[in-house]
């Protein structure tokens, strides 16, 4: 596998070495030996899945504690996914990175824990899958407005995104509970 820096420290993407021929394809989706080789070095206690219709946007959520890693990829479809640092020690606080993840390249990103992380649908539908470090914690779930503009995310929207209730109330950065 090909692991890439982002501009968010920790923040990883992963492009696995996929084997295909006229029957489809085969790659690793998690190897604990191969991902501690790449410095990350976690155990997963969840798998999560989601569909999502175009336009939908997710995000931006964190757990102030109990706080997630999370290895992310796409398994239908095309989602902009996006961290954005929450570790007020960080030199990045504050920052975000955005990433193209889909069915057809197969990347995956590895965000640790101490990060918001969303995504905007920008296909038809896409089908989302995650591992996470932590189990869900909802009384310590907290959520990022994804419009915030002191993160100025350029979501790649045409219209106005489709939000839940909780997403459309997030907080903005500056008064939001963060990480050391």
């Known amino acids: 596998m090909n692991v890439l820096d982002t501009s968010l420290p920790g923040v990883l993407i992963i492009e696995p070495k996929v084997f295909g021929d006229d029957r489809g394809f085969f790659f690793e989706s998690w190897n604990v030996r ?7 070095d976690v155990g997963f206690v969840q798998d999560n899945h989601s569909r999502s219709a175009c336009n939908v946007l997710r995000g931006l959520h964190y757990q102030i504690q109990h706080a997630q890693g999370k290895l992310v990829r796409v398994i239908a479809g095309e989602v902009f996914d996006v961290a954005v640092d929450l570790r007020r020690s960080s030199p990045a606080f504050g920052k975000w990175e955005g990433v193209t993840l889909s069915a057809e390249n197969k990347r995956m990103l590895w965000i640790p824990p101490g990060f918001a992380h969303g995504f905007l649908v920008v296909s038809e539908f896409a089908e ?3 591992k996470t470090t932590d189990y869900w914690a909802p009384e310590h779930e907290r959520t990022i407005a994804w419009d915030d503009p002191d993160l100025a995310i350029a979501w790649p929207c045409r219209t106005p995104p489709v939000l839940s209730a909780k997403d459309a109330k997030g907080a903005a950065l500056a008064s939001a509970e963060t990480y050391p």
Request: proline share 0%; charged share 10%.
């Open 128 to 130: 989302f899958l995650y």
């Open 34 to 40: 191969a991902f501690r080789a790449a410095g990350i």
